[in-house]
T-cell receptor, first 113, second 115 residues
Framework: GENVEQHPSTLSVQEGDSAVIKCTYS??????FPWYKQELGKRPQLIID?????GEKKDQRIAVTLNKTAKHFSLHITETQPEDSAVYFC????????????FGKGTHLIIQP | GAGVSQSPSNKVTEKGKDVELRCDPI?????LYWYRQSLGQGLEFLIY????????KSGLPSDRFSAERTGGSVSTLTIQRTQQEDSAVYLC?????????????FGSGTRLTVV
């Protein structure tokens, strides 16, 4: 089955700086890579996703890059703000079923004022 | 409904008691997933339902855990003879057509505390 590794487990950056979270996956059949943001005490929410037919996707201050050859994908947040503080989960999937999405263990992003 | 609804939002129970957690998925979403999230940890897969098919129970940690889904919609996760290590947030998610390629929508979770 799929295995997703996520690094770092904790990331502290100064407000205004950029943050990068990296994930690797093992199953070359995976073709869908979403990122979820979970604020303290709240549900995980999908913030951006990428499919295997593109290498990069941007949405305002958030971007995701995908390298299928190396089997890794990354979340980039620019001009970080206090409200970006949360736990971020990456995931990889190839379709349906219980194996549909495999999650990383999460990165606790802390934005220092 | 507009989102995935879970109830109760919080549950405190005594060790050894049974609990039932409820999930009402987004209307039209055929796939439903239960995950467990222990304090500061990632998402642990528990069970998956696709429509009215038999569920994939491969993630259930013990035979004290069971789940059902009535009419392909509402699901109930039951934990019998609760133990302190069952304390966690139990998250339900649904997805369209059972494919992951549209992402999951999560409920707000049930925070279970076993005392």
């Amino acid at each position: 089955g799929e295995n997703v590794e996520q690094h770092p487990s904790t990331l502290s950056v100064q407000e205004g700086d950029s943050a990068v979270i990296k994930c690797t996956y093992s199953d070359s059949a995976s073709n869908y890579f979403p990122w979820y943001k979970q604020e303290l005490g709240k549900r995980p929410q999908l913030i951006i996703d990428i499919r295997s037919n593109v290498g990069e996707k941007k949405d305002q201050r958030i971007a995701v890059t995908l390298n299928k050859t190396a089997k890794h994908f990354s979340l980039h947040i620019t001009e970080t703000q206090p409200e970006d503080s949360a736990v971020y989960f990456c995931a990889a999937g190839s379709g349906g079923g219980a194996d549909g999405l495999t999650f990383g263990k999460g990165t606790h992003l802390i934005i220092q004022p | 409904g507009a989102g995935v609804s879970q109830s109760p939002s919080n549950k405190v129970t005594e060790k050894g008691k049974d609990v039932e957690l409820r999930c009402d998925p987004i209307s039209g979403h055929t796939a439903l997933y239960w995950y467990r999230q222990s304090l500061g940890q990632g998402l642990e897969f528990l069970i998956y339902f696709q429509g009215n098919s038999a569920p994939d129970k491969s993630g259930l940690p013990s035979d004290r855990f069971s789940a059902e889904r009535t009419g392909g919609s509402v699901s109930t996760l039951t934990i019998q003879r609760t133990q302190q290590e069952d304390s966690a947030v139990y998250l339900c998610a649904s997805s369209l057509h059972g494919t992951a390629n549209y992402g999951y929508t999560f409920g707000s979770g049930t925070r279970l505390t076993v005392v």
